[in-house]
């Protein structure tokens, strides 16, 4: 059992508001991942929870309990570093012994949790190496090793995969949601990489210079960004943006002018932007349909053929890319002219502060 | 061709320097198997018999081996103080800065800018009342506290190469600064430790300021024996020149047998 909350939490260092009024709760055996840019306080709030960082204002709580001045050993939770931090002088057995050890346990438990953990990770016949003698994904399993004979309540993770090749992140992305799944434990995963964070998470908390721009499920924030930053932070390639004003409101059906000059209408829910109001107008690549005619025109700039699907960069007239993403477009041709239809029923709408306008997107 | 000259031509010149600085002492080394008469022969005589009268006599008349003994306990008694003192101090100073940790560095760094004769009298006052003038437990502190900042500026230096990360792992495995200190600092850092306490005991053994002003045949060191070797007797040059050989033979030896290590500590962490 381990559900965490923060609230209010924030951290200062000295002068510079790291973390702002942080909000959040997660459940117990929930996979919560933390994205969000470089620098935006990731790490920071990770430390944090873990204990190795003060908590300058606000509460933390496991399970109910307020936390702020429990010490790291006692919280029930072990951390994964991104420098897998192990104890270069000790073998994998003694590394992953090593907290059983200290806190005096007997030898042959410590043997038999480190042997279960061993094989759970595949590491059986390293045990006797140093870390030096190990690959970048061994010493990675070590570092998780590490956690598990620990048995905690919850697993925090600080980019973990970040120093692994792409397909073993890829491999590993996939075992560490196995053991999530095997070991019934909270974790904690913290990526800059938007693609770990859909594939990963049951919930995904975007940050954003400290502060949480939105939480949600991956599909909840792919398709319901709560604001400019998400949209643009999630899903890739990015989603298309076009600067627009509301051109008129009338029955049910919003008008948009886009600075190019053409005009989009939709369905106009809720409260409707008054007339003259700035917006912007957001487009997943996969949400263009190419014709014969459309409010979007353009020549096509690149065509990337990925196989299953094929991305086109269209230059507009005034020089912006738009990205399209399509099934099967083998005969689109560099220098082509095209137009475009954004699928009016799938985009997003934005205000003038960058907040996405209520049910304006698709559901 | 180009390229090989300018090589050679540093290394004829690095042998140079090294030649002329190392020569005080193989012309010391070559006096000390001189007779006195061919000691102070003007021109200097190249080609000689070597005798060890000079060292017969430098030992049986002056208690050579108690001085030796002298040197040995305090310097490697007074380099195990130093090293105890400063492990925990640069460990806080290394992974528990302060705001006031770097200035504290330098502070102490600068202490070492006194000149030791400015202390001289409070110091020797100090240690008449303490009762520790001409002790070995005298001569210990001091090495000790002249040693401190030199040996705690090494230590702080070769814990910040240890990832932070690492101790932070301990820290979550519920490892306190005491298990951290003695089961990962101690390994990590074993050759850095070594470097900084062969440091200590050399400067140590060499340290002669405090070992001629504050003690005397009781608990003197090498350094004190050449001294007060040389002023009764007026000037021996083969014997004196003997005395020398014996005092610096030892503490030339153990550093060239730990050179390696020493030079291996030094450079740790100048390159990642
Ligand atoms: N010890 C510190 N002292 C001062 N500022 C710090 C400290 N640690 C982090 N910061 C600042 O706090 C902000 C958040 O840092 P943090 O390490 O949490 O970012 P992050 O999201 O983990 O980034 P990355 O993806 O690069 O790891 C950064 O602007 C950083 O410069
Ligand atoms: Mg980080």
Redesign the interface.
């Known amino acids: 059992m381990a559900a965490l909350e923060l609230r209010q939490v924030g951290k200062w260092y000295g002068g510079f508001e790291a973390v702002k009024s942080v909000d959040l709760a997660i459940a117990d055996r929930e996979f919560m991942v933390f994205v969000g840019p470089s620098g935006c306080g990731k790490t920071t709030l990770l430390r944090m929870i873990a204990g190795l960082e003060d908590i300058t204002s606000g509460d933390f709580l496991i399970d109910g309990a307020r936390a702020n001045a429990v010490p790291p050993d006692k919280r029930g939770l072990a951390m994964v570093f991104q420098s897998y931090a192990l104890y270069p002088h000790m073998t994998v057995a003694q590394n992953m012994g090593f907290a059983l050890k200290m806190a005096g346990r007997p030898r042959a438990e410590i043997e038999a949790k480190v042997r279960e953990a061993a094989r759970i990770l595949r590491l059986e016949a390293e045990l006797g190496r140093k870390p030096r003698m190990l690959s970048g994904g061994q010493r990675q399993r070590v570092a998780i090793g590490r956690a598990i004979v620990r048995n905690p309540k919850g697993f925090l993770f600080d980019e973990p995969l970040s120093n692994l090749d792409a397909a073993l992140r890829v491999q590993m992305r996939t075992e560490l949601v196995k053991l999530h799944r095997s070991l019934d434990a909270t974790m904690i995963y913290v990526t800059h990489d938007q693609i770990e964070a859909m594939t990963m998470a049951d919930r995904i908390v975007v940050l954003n210079q400290g502060e949480v721009a939105q939480v949600g499920t991956p599909l909840d924030l792919y398709h319901r960004p709560a604001n400019l930053f998400v949209a643009g932070f999630i899903g890739s390639p990015k989603m298309n943006f076009f600067p627009a004003r509301v051109a008129g409101v009338a029955n049910g059906s919003l008008s948009l002018a886009l600075d190019g000059g053409a005009t989009v209408a939709l369905a106009a829910q809720g409260a409707p932007p008054a007339a003259g109001a700035a917006l912007t107008l957001g487009v997943r690549p996969e949400h263009f349909v190419l014709a014969a005619e459309g409010p979007l025109a353009g020549s096509v700039d690149v065509v990337e053929h990925l196989g299953a699907e094929t991305i086109l960069y269209v230059k507009e007239s005034r020089g912006a890319i738009i990205v399209v993403r399509t099934d099967d477009l083998a005969h689109v041709r560099p220098g082509e002219a095209v137009h475009l239809v954004p699928r009016l029923d799938r985009v997003s709408l934005f205000d003038a502060e960058g907040r996405a306008i209520a049910d304006s997107s698709a559901t | 061709m180009q390229h090989d000259k300018a090589p050679l031509s540093g290394a004829i010149a690095a042998w140079i320097v090294a030649c002329l600085m190392f020569f005080p002492i193989l012309w010391m080394t070559v006096t000390a198997f001189k007779t006195e008469g061919e000691a102070v022969a003007i021109p200097p005589i190249i080609l000689f018999r070597p005798v060890l009268q000079s060292f017969a006599a430098a030992t049986a008349q002056s208690g050579y081996l108690l001085f030796a003994a002298n040197s040995v306990i305090v310097s490697f008694a007074s380099t195990a103080l130093a090293i105890l003192i400063a492990f925990p101090a640069a460990y806080a100073m290394a992974f528990q800065p302060g705001k006031r940790t770097k200035d504290l560095l330098v502070w102490m760094l600068s202490t070492k800018m006194l000149p030791p004769v400015g202390v001289l009298v409070p110091v020797y006052l100090i240690f008449r009342d303490a009762g520790l003038l001409d002790t070995r437990a005298g001569l210990v502190i001091v090495d000790t506290l002249m040693n401190l900042p030199i040996v705690v500026w090494m230590l702080f230096s070769f814990f910040r190469d240890i990832?932070r990360?690492?101790l932070?792992?301990?820290?979550?495995?519920?490892?306190g600064p005491r298990?951290q200190m003695t089961?990962?600092l101690l390994?990590?850092a074993s050759p850095g430790i070594a470097s900084a306490a062969l440091l200590a005991i050399i400067l140590s053994w060499n340290e002669s300021f405090w070992s001629i002003n504050l003690t005397a045949a009781h608990a003197g060191t090498l350094a004190a024996y050449i001294a007060r070797y040389s002023a009764p007797e007026g000037l021996f040059w083969a014997k004196l020149s003997a005395a020398s050989v014996l005092a610096v033979a030892p503490i030339l030896l153990f550093g060239s047998l730990a050179q390696r290590r020493l030079v291996r500590g030094l450079t740790v962490g100048a390159v990642k």
């Not at chain 2, 932070?168 to 490892?175: I, K, N, Y």
């Open positions: 990832p990360d690492i932070e792992a301990a820290r979550m495995d519920g490892v298990g089961h990962l390994p990590l």
